[in-house]
C-alpha cells in the first residue's frame, strides 16, 4: 500500500512538472520614449505571475546604448509597469540637465513587499547609462512637481515604519520626499513644511479614529511624532502623543519610539 502511495505521489509530481513546462510562454514589451530617446522593458511572461529573462534596451537616435538583462531576486520580481493601465515606462528628465533618465521600476511579490526603481542617467563622457537603485519598500511613490520647478519629485513615505510598533494593517508612515539629482537619491522631504503638517494632521486624525475602534493606535502616533520632529516641533509632538496614549505600556512604547526616531535620523 505504502509503494502504491508513494508511486503515486511521483507520478503526480512528474504530471505537475511537466504541466508547468508546458506552460504558453507570452513575450511582452513596455516601452516610454521622451524625446529621441527611447526605453524597452521585454520579458517573458509565464501562468501563475511569473516573469523570466527580463530585459531593458535603452535607444539614442535609433542607437541602441544600452542592452542588458535585468537581475531577478524570483521568477515573480516584475515589473511595476505590468500592474498599470497605462502600461508606459517612465522616461523623463528628474534632474534639470536636459537629459532624460530612464524608470524602471520592480515589484518582488508577496503578501506587502516590495518595490524598487533602477534609474538609469546618461553619462556624455563614458556615453553609458549608470545605475542607480532605491528601495520603496510596502509604499511605492508618486511622481509630482511638489515645487512646481518643472521637476518632478518623488512623493513617497518611510518604509522603515512598517511593523516597527504593530502590524502592518496598523503601521502609519511619516511622509518622505525625494529628489533625484546627478545619479543620487536626495531627502528632501523637511523642505516641504506644508506637505508635512498635512500629513502630520492626517495621522492624528487616524489615530482618533483607530482608538474609538479598540485600537492603541501606536503605529500611527508614531509616524505623527516622526512627521512634528521634522517640522521642528519634537517637543509639541511628545507632550501630546504623552497626553493620550495611556496603556500599561507607555513607558516602553515611549522609550522604544524615542530609540527607534533617533536610530532612523527624526531627533537628531
Known amino acids: 500500500m505504502r509503494a502504491l502511495i508513494n508511486q503515486s505521489a511521483i507520478g503526480l509530481a512528474i504530471l505537475s512538472m511537466t504541466a508547468v513546462l508546458s506552460q504558453p510562454v507570452k513575450a511582452e514589451v513596455i516601452t516610454g520614449q521622451s524625446g529621441n530617446v527611447r526605453a524597452e522593458i521585454s520579458f517573458d511572461k509565464l501562468e501563475e505571475y511569473q516573469y523570466k529573462n527580463v530585459r531593458l534596451q535603452i535607444i539614442r537616435a535609433g542607437t541602441t546604448v544600452l542592452d542588458k538583462k535585468l537581475p531577478q531576486e524570483s521568477e515573480y520580481d516584475r515589473p511595476v509597469e505590468v500592474l498599470t493601465d497605462d502600461k508606459k515606462l517612465p522616461v523623463l528628465d528628474l534632474d534639470g540637465n536636459k537629459e532624460p533618465e530612464v524608470i524602471a521600476d520592480f515589484f518582488t511579490g508577496g503578501a506587502h513587499c516590495c518595490t524598487y526603481s533602477l534609474i538609469y542617467r546618461y553619462d556624455g563622457k563614458s556615453k553609458q547609462y549608470i545605475q542607480t537603485r532605491h528601495e520603496w ?78 485600537d492603541d ?52
Not at 168 to 175: K, M, R, V
Request: hydrophobic share 30%.
Open 217 to 268: 493606535g501606536k503605529g500611527f502616533l508614531a509616524s505623527y511624532l516622526a512627521d512634528k520632529y521634522l517640522l521642528g516641533q519634537g517637543q509639541d509632538g511628545w507632550q501630546r502623543v504623552q497626553q493620550v496614549y495611556k496603556k500599561s505600556d507607555r513607558t516602553k512604547f515611549f522609550a522604544d519610539l524615542r530609540k527607534f526616531l533617533r536610530e532612523t535620523g527624526y531627533i537628531r
Open 137 to 214: 519598500g510596502n509604499n511605492g511613490y508618486r511622481l509630482q512637481d511638489l515645487d512646481k520647478d518643472g521637476l518632478p519629485e518623488f512623493d513617497s513615505q518611510d518604509d522603515r515604519f512598517a511593523y516597527a510598533f504593530t502590524s502592518y494593517a496598523a503601521s502609519g508612515y511619516p511622509l518622505q520626499i525625494w529628489q533625484y539629482r546627478q545619479g543620487k537619491m536626495i531627502d528632501v522631504t523637511r523642505s516641504y513644511p506644508k506637505l508635512i503638517y498635512s500629513h502630520a494632521a492626517e495621522q492624528w486624525q487616524t489615530y482618533m479614529e483607530a482608538r474609538q475602534q479598540g
